[in-house]
């Protein structure tokens, strides 16, 4: 009687998600929900409420490792890959649009660089670098990883992006990096790099087009933020 009163409570959850989507599911009915797929005949709503009491959010259990996630009561290796999938698959998504939407687009506004190295970055646990190169209308010639690092600052060699920048014929260069703290603030020695970094790339003919700091979905343009400020002091 108790299982078949469990298999009618699965099928009502997910008749309300065929109806409704996730939009009127609270965060520890998203992850019951998600927990279905991984465990078989087990009311997964009170691992549900443990995985949020353990974390305290939807966002930083879908973040969280996996090893950590099998530390919750209910959670084995094969729950904690589901969630991790979901996290990757969201994040997997999400770049991929911005590449599709992007695959043509000028990099031409901060605005339009921040939305191209954002999604880039959803999955990043470390500090990257990484550098788009441009032709002179703004379009993306190549895009790659320059750097990386752990938890601390990534390391920019100014001289190893002005050779692929000559060596991809590039009018301009636009880069990017994580904090993986959550905090998308430029730091001093951030500002320092990208003044270094324009300097080298001026004495060759390149323009440093900005540099963005991204952290949880959200960026600030360097370049920007240093525009400003000159026009305040004056």
């Known amino acids: 009687m108790a299982e078949q009163l469990h298999k009618n409570h699965r099928e009502r959850v997910l008749e ?7 939009d009127t599911f609270a965060d520890h009915e998203v992850l019951e929900l998600l927990l279905f ?6 009311d997964t709503n009170p691992i549900a409420h443990r995985l949020m009491a353990r974390f305290g959010s939807l966002h930083a259990v879908l973040e969280a490792p996996a090893e950590q996630l099998c530390e919750v009561e209910g959670i084995g290796p094969r729950s904690a890959d589901l969630i991790k999938l979901a996290f990757l698959l969201g994040a997997r998504y999400r770049r991929d649009v911005a590449f599709t939407d992007l695959a043509s687009a000028k990099l031409n506004t901060y605005e339009r660089i921040g939305e191209y190295f954002v999604p880039q970055f959803a999955d990043e646990r470390e500090e990257v670098l990484l550098a788009a190169y441009l032709d002179g209308a703004g379009r993306v010639i190549k895009c790659e990883e320059v750097a990386r690092g752990g938890h601390a600052q990534v390391s ?3 001289y190893k992006i002005a ?17 993986p703290d959550g905090t998308a603030t430029p730091s001093e020695e951030d500002m320092t790099v990208t003044r270094r970094l324009e300097q080298v790339l001026a004495g060759l003919g390149v323009e440093l087009v900005d540099h963005c700091v991204v952290a949880r979905g959200k960026y600030a343009s360097i370049c920007q933020l240093r525009r400003g400020l000159m026009g305040k002091r004056r």
Do not use: E
């Open 16 to 22: 309300k998600f065929r109806r409704f989507g996730l």
């Open 37 to 42: 797929f991984a465990i078989p005949r087990v």
């Open 156 to 158: 920019a060699d100014p």
């Open 163 to 179: 050779r692929t920048a000559l060596l991809c014929g590039a009018k301009g260069v636009a880069l990017a990096h994580n904090h």
